[in-house]
């Protein structure tokens, strides 16, 4: 039985001054490693995405959105229960290689598909999963119609050999063999579902590799074929050229599927949310944050957000502090499921992408990851590491340059009580993972 089921009519539901269509779809687009500072709308002037900018002009851009991990499997465990991810047991990575492989994310959990699926939507996940490697962790097992991509947390773009050397692309549950760039079929792909399911509502996350190693543009060599030449980071030397061509290509994909909505009369229907997964690495673009993938700085775990829908959401730039988990019940509360909400730690921002809105209540955020710890409100932001405690003005700090922390030993203890109470309450969860490969 899954934990918090539900059996509920679902209608589309923005407000009293909100018009709507019969039906509404929804595409979710993550991106992988893309940091803060990445793409043009958020200050790049290297890195061409016209069609990402597009979306930030005409919609929500979000300077404040954070990644509920600094790396790549807790972020999307939280997207898909809306909890935090000690919750769902996957603080660290799955990795490809060693134990950990045997780990996944609980079938048992109720996910945003399930959600989407149970109220009569078409679901697929076009791309990379990342939640286990197991037939019974496949993504048809969670809410999802259709699966088009990989399980692990990165393939060769051409041979689609994982990190342990292992073939890894699939159509549903099946393995198969499909030639290509794979930004080119995550693209392929996400267009065809779209064409198909013109006349269904329907929900499609669409995760990209992109700009995650191993570094290969279209043209680039493959290079892993099996488990002995399962190299991380690829043989390209350029790499500042290739992730610059990774990136521009994802966006051409974007690019590809706003085409694709417009050709269907869907671009009204249809709510748009670009995200990343979490900081970017090596050969990656932060802006002025501090740190990196794997770090609890902000350039670890704050990320470009965008929300976008033709007629629906007007222009803006919004700085309320956000999550990858709030997308769950924000999602829910558009759809009308209120309810539900009482069983999720992300909270509702609706009322922000439809009106001037702002959040009414300061938040409480929790970050951990090998041994690091981090309470977070909209101004302050405490980060223990093994070696110090610093805390920071984040309103007026972002680049986490000055630390208070003998200025505010008054808030220092009060948000290591925090961190403690927050702890104690996730003890009562298993771990699966911890981040240690």
């Given amino acids: 039985m899954k934990f918090f089921k539900i059996s509920v009519f679902i209608f589309l539901f923005l407000g009293c001054n909100i018009k709507t269509s019969n039906y509404s779809n929804v595409i979710l687009i993550m991106s992988d490693d893309l940091g803060y500072g990445g793409i043009g709308s958020y200050g790049n002037k290297e890195i061409l995405t016209p069609n990402l900018d597009f979306l930030a002009t005409n919609g929500i851009k979000f300077d404040n959105f954070h990644s509920n991990g600094?790396?790549?499997?807790?972020?999307?465990?939280?997207?898909?229960?809306?909890?935090?991810?000690?919750?769902?047991?996957?603080?660290?990575?799955?990795?490809?290689k060693g134990e950990t492989r045997n780990y996944g994310l609980d079938p048992n959990f109720t996910t945003l598909a399930d959600v989407f699926k149970e109220n009569n939507y078409k679901t697929a996940i076009v791309g990379k999963w990342h939640l286990g490697y197991d037939p019974k962790f496949n993504p048809i097992n969670f809410g999802f119609d259709q699966f088009y991509g990989y399980l692990s947390g990165n393939i060769d773009f051409h041979t689609h050999k994982d990190g342990a050397g292992y073939h890894d692309w699939y159509h549903n549950k099946k393995k198969v063999i499909e030639k290509g760039y794979s930004t080119d079929l995550i693209t392929k792909h996400s267009a065809d579902f779209i064409s198909k399911n013109k006349n269904n509502p329907f929900?499609?996350?669409?995760?990209?590799?992109?700009?995650?190693?191993?570094?290969q543009g279209r043209n680039d060599p493959g290079f892993r074929f099996s488990p002995e030449d399962s190299d991380y980071y690829g043989p390209v030397k350029d790499r500042v050229r290739a992730y610059k061509e990774m990136v521009e290509i994802m966006d051409e994909g974007i690019g590809v599927i706003i085409n694709t909505l417009k050709q269907n009369q869907l671009l009204e229907k249809t709510l748009i949310f670009f995200m990343s997964d979490n900081g970017a690495r090596e050969f990656g673009h932060n802006g002025e944050l501090r740190g990196d993938k794997g770090s609890l700085f902000e350039g670890g775990i704050r990320v470009p957000a965008i929300a976008f829908w033709k007629s629906m959401i007007e222009s803006k730039i919004s700085n309320e502090l956000l999550t990858t988990f709030d997308l769950f019940p924000t999602l829910i509360s558009i759809l009308n499921l209120n309810n539900y909400q009482k069983t999720l730690d992300g909270i509702d921002f609706s009322k922000i992408l439809f009106s001037k809105e702002k959040l009414t209540k300061d938040r409480k955020l929790f970050w951990r990851y090998r041994g690091d710890k981090v309470f977070r409100n909209k101004k302050y932001k405490l980060l223990l590491t093994d070696n110090d405690t610093l805390l920071f003005d984040m309103e007026n700090d972002i680049s986490e340059k000055n630390n208070l922390k003998s200025e505010k030993k008054y808030l220092i203890n009060n948000y290591i009580k925090e961190i403690n109470d927050w702890e104690s309450e996730m003890s009562n969860y298993p771990v699966i993972t911890n981040g240690y490969p």
């Fill in 203 to 215: 929900f499609l996350f669409v995760s990209h590799e992109a700009p995650h190693v191993p570094f």
């Fill in 70 to 96: 600094t790396v790549c499997t807790p972020t999307r465990s939280s997207l898909m229960t809306g909890l935090y991810p000690q919750k769902t047991g996957l603080e660290g990575v799955i990795y490809a």
